[in-house]
């Protein structure tokens, strides 16, 4: 089985998006890890990382798998990011995303049994 080992994530900013994060998902880096185009995010598992680009990245697509969808796209708006309108589907709850620098995820509330 193919599982998701590692991921990085594209941005302009490095510590806009560490800010933006730590809001959102409670998030701390691992300073030894990070660098001043690298933030490492600490015991991720797997392992995440936001990494310094000229312009911010669409792929790769992520779910973020969440509790509470439609509390956290409110959360994202505050933060200056943007939200679509949740949808459902057998899988759960999901909706695409972006923080305030129109990075894209998703956020996946799963149903029973997932």
């Given amino acids: 089985m193919i ?5 990085t994530v594209d941005t302009p900013d490095i510590d806009k998006a560490r800010a933006f994060f730590s809001a959102l998902f409670g998030w701390t880096f691992d300073e030894a890890a990070s660098s001043p185009t690298y933030a490492h995010v ?5 392992p995440v990382g936001f ?5 911010a990245s669409r792929l790769p697509h992520l779910y973020f798998r969440v509790e509470d969808v439609d509390a956290l796209c409110g959360r994202v708006v505050e933060l200056g990011g943007r939200a679509a309108m949740p949808s459902d589907s057998a899988s759960g709850r999901s909706v695409v995303v972006s923080d305030d620098q129109g ?7 799963p149903a029973a049994g997932f």
């Fill in 3 to 7: 599982q998701l080992g590692y991921f």
């Fill in 42 to 46: 600490a015991d991720s598992n797997p």
């Fill in 51 to 55: 990494t310094k680009a000229e312009r």
């Fill in 103 to 109: 990075v894209s995820f998703s956020l996946w509330q």
